[in-house]
C-alpha cells in the first residue's frame, strides 16, 4: 500500500510555469512505475505523462510534449511535472498514479495504476 499526495497547483496565467510534486509513504517508491493524469470538467481522466521506476524512460502525450517534463527523486520518495508555457487547456485536477506491477512497459492507461493521490487544481486563465 502507498499513498500519494500532489502539491504545486494553482491558478496561473497562460505561458506561466507550474511545478506539481507528489510525495509518496512507504520505503518501496522505487519500485513504482510513476504517471501524471488529469481531469477537465465533464472530461474523463487522460495521461499526461509517465516515467520508469529509474527514471530512464519517459512519455508524454502529444498535447504536453515539449512543454512538461516528468522527472522523480527515488531518494525523496517523489515525482514532479514541471509545466512550462501553460494554456487554458492545460486547465484540470492533476492527479499522480503509482503503478506496483513491475511490469516491463510504463503504462499509459489509468487501469494500469493501482494507487491514486486526491488531485491538485490547475487552472489557467487568458
Known amino acids: 500500500q502507498v499513498q500519494l499526495v500532489e502539491s504545486g497547483g494553482g491558478l496561473v496565467q497562460a505561458e506561466d510555469s507550474l511545478r506539481l510534486s507528489c510525495a509518496a509513504s512507504?520505503?518501496?517508491?522505487?519500485?513504482?512505475?510513476m504517471g501524471w493524469f488529469r481531469q477537465a470538467p465533464g472530461k474523463e481522466r487522460e495521461f499526461v505523462a509517465a516515467?520508469?521506476?529509474?527514471?530512464?524512460?519517459?512519455y508524454y502525450a502529444d498535447s504536453v510534449k515539449g512543454r512538461f517534463t516528468i522527472s522523480r527523486d527515488n531518494a525523496k520518495n517523489t515525482v514532479y511535472l514541471q509545466m512550462n508555457s501553460l494554456k487554458p487547456e492545460d486547465t484540470a485536477v492533476y492527479y499522480c498514479?503509482?503503478?506496483?506491477?513491475?511490469?516491463?512497459?510504463?503504462?499509459?492507461?489509468?487501469?494500469?495504476?493501482?494507487?491514486w493521490g486526491q488531485g491538485t487544481q490547475v487552472t489557467v486563465s487568458s
Open positions: 498514479a503509482a503503478d506496483p506491477s513491475l511490469r516491463s512497459s510504463v503504462p499509459r492507461n489509468l487501469w494500469n495504476y493501482d494507487y
Open positions: 512507504g520505503r518501496t517508491f522505487s519500485r513504482y512505475a
Open positions: 516515467i520508469s521506476r529509474s527514471g530512464d524512460s519517459t
